[in-house]
């Protein structure tokens, strides 16, 4: 039986962002969990990538960060419109190599992908 969820390596990169976020925010899981108004424990497991959210939640997520929707799912890497590179590669190979480098700590990754993110967008015509 195929998995119908976001696929597992996705689920986990999400939750690292979440999670990055949280940390650059300054916001403990409680707060976050009040902000969004989810429960904690389902946060956590958000975070660990054990659940895929819901559209309402990863919104409700976004919008206790103070960002857009889009952004955040953009940011997340959850967009199937994202930006292709002129190689005709996915920008998820270079997502997902940065978000597996183990000598980066979860904020350094972050920001990388952000700055990657923001390059690639500049670059297109």
């Not at 690292?16 to 976050?32: E, P, T, V």
């Not at 904690?40 to 103070?66: T, W």
């Not at 990388?112 to 690639?120: A, D, E």
Request: hydrophobic content about 45%; cysteine-free.
């Amino acid at each position: 039986m195929a998995d119908d969820s976001i696929w597992p390596v996705q689920r986990q990169l999400l939750g690292q962002f979440i999670r990055n976020q949280r940390h650059l925010a300054k916001m403990s899981l409680r707060d976050l969990a009040d902000r969004a108004s989810v429960s904690n424990p389902y946060l956590s497991q958000l975070e660990r990538g054990l659940h895929d959210p819901s559209l309402r939640v990863l919104k409700a997520i976004a919008q206790a960060f103070d960002l857009s929707t889009d952004v955040f799912l953009a940011q997340a890497g959850l967009l199937d419109d994202q930006v292709p590179r002129a190689d005709g590669a996915s920008e998820g190979a270079t997502v997902a190599a940065i978000n597996a480098d183990t000598l980066l700590s979860d904020a350094q990754k972050t920001a990388l992908v952000s700055v990657y993110r923001s390059f690639v967008e500049a670059n297109q015509p």
